[in-house]
Nanobody, 125 residues
Framework: VQLQASGGGLVQAGDSLRLSCATSGLTLRDLSLGWWRQAPGKEREFVAGIRWSGGNTYYSDSVKGRFTIARDRAKITVDLQMNTLKPEDTAVYYC???????????????????WGQGTQVTVSS
């Protein structure tokens, strides 16, 4: 099982960035995939999630309306389009997989059983 996150970088406030999580070794139809982030000195926090089967999406309040999570069935990836980036979005972003999350459990970190390595996103003011 492997989750490979990519697409991070250094951008200015207001810019956009697209992260991608490539998956392998997973039966995706039973899974939900999510993006989490961790800023220096802070707890890892939920950003966005999607059920592979059905496409239900979930967002934290801090990114709702600016970020969009989507699955690419052909590439077997989960992408996070991040628009109107703010300095407070600066963090290491991780993709993770869990089994069949619902709205009430999607933010429960303990539900996620597979994690990829992080990709750094830095937003300068």
């Amino acid at each position: 099982v492997q989750l490979q996150a990519s697409g991070g970088g250094l951008v200015q406030a207001g810019d956009s960035l697209r992260l991608s999580c490539a998956t392998s070794g997973l039966t995706l139809r039973d899974l939900s995939l999510g993006w989490w982030r961790q800023a220096p000195g802070k707890e890892r926090e939920f950003v966005a999630g999607i059920r592979w089967s059905g496409g239900n999406t979930y967002y934290s309040d801090s990114v709702k309306g600016r970020f969009t999570i989507a699955r690419d069935r052909a590439k077997i990836t989960v992408d996070l389009q991040m628009n109107t980036l703010k300095p407070e979005d600066t963090a290491v972003y991780y993709c993770a997989a869990a089994f069949r999350l619902i709205a009430s459990t999607v933010t429960d970190r303990s539900r996620y059983v597979y994690w990829g390595q992080g990709t750094q996103v830095t937003v300068s003011s």
